[in-house]
T-cell receptor, first 112, second 115 residues
Framework: AQSVAQPEDQVNVAEGNPLTVKCTYS??????LFWYVQYPNRGLQFLLK??????LVKGSYGFEAEFNKSQTSFHLKKPSALVSDSALYFC??????????FGKGTTLSVSS | NAGVTQTPKFQVLKTGQSMTLQCAQD?????MSWYRQDPGMGLRLIHY???????DQGEVPNGYNVSRSTTEDFPLRLLSAAPSQTSVYFC??????????????FGQGTRLTVV
């Protein structure tokens, strides 16, 4: 069975500092990996994905993530955080023919 | 292009009532899914479909029913509402085989309260 773990319920960073939101996954074959962001009272918005190819993927709003197969991780990163990045972030995994399975989410709080 | 449309946005039900949450997409996506979001629990998969006429259970299917008679629509039925079904429900669609897109697009959610 597929599963996703986001070990931190909340991440706090100061504006201008780099940020990392952690994600590890468990699947039996090749994973499709995703990051989504949710702002208050809104649906989920797609940030980036890894399907195959380059382990470093770049996405919306300056975010990037690195796929590490040996560590089964897909951490979300941004070199310089903005206050407007404050939101709930979800990591998700799927395989061909299956639906997305989500982690429990990490609240990112960026202080000015 | 409307994307994924969910109705209603808000609903209050009494225990034991039934209702259908509607979901429609206009992106010709093959996959559609229903999730519920509860505090501290993330999004949990209720049911999903990989094409018209094909549905399967997710992590928390009990008390819910789905059907997929067309590519566009994927309604979620609550058979006999219980307070434990108070939640925010999201519909998602994904996978345009022709375009090769794999990311899911989400509706704006339905906030359901069962009293």
């Amino acid at each position: 069975a597929q599963s996703v773990a986001q070990p931190e319920d909340q991440v706090n960073v100061a504006e201008g500092n780099p940020l990392t939101v952690k994600c590890t996954y468990s699947v039996s074959g090749n994973p499709y990996l995703f990051w989504y962001v949710q702002y208050p009272n809104r649906g989920l918005q797609f940030l980036l994905k890894y399907i195959t190819g380059d382990n470093l993927v770049k996405g919306s709003y300056g975010f990037e993530a690195e796929f590490n197969k040996s560590q089964t991780s897909f951490h979300l990163k941004k070199p310089s955080a903005l206050v407007s990045d404050s939101a709930l972030y979800f990591c998700a995994v799927s395989q061909a023919g299956t639906a997305l399975i989500f982690g429990k989410g990490t609240t990112l709080s960026v202080s000015s | 292009n409307a994307g994924v449309t969910q109705t209603p946005k808000f609903q209050v039900l009494k225990t034991g009532q039934s209702m259908t949450l509607q979901c429609a997409q206009d992106m010709n996506h093959e996959y559609m899914s229903w999730y519920r979001q509860d505090p501290g629990m993330g999004l949990r998969l209720i049911h999903y479909s990989v094409g018209a006429g094909i549905t399967d259970q997710g992590e928390v299917p009990n008390g819910y029913n789905v059907s997929r008679s067309t590519t566009e629509d994927f309604p979620l039925r609550l058979l006999s509402a219980a307070p434990s079904q108070t939640s925010v429900y999201f519909c998602a669609s994904s996978y345009d085989r022709m375009a090769g897109n794999t990311e899911a697009f989400f509706g704006q959610g339905t906030r359901l309260t069962v009293v």
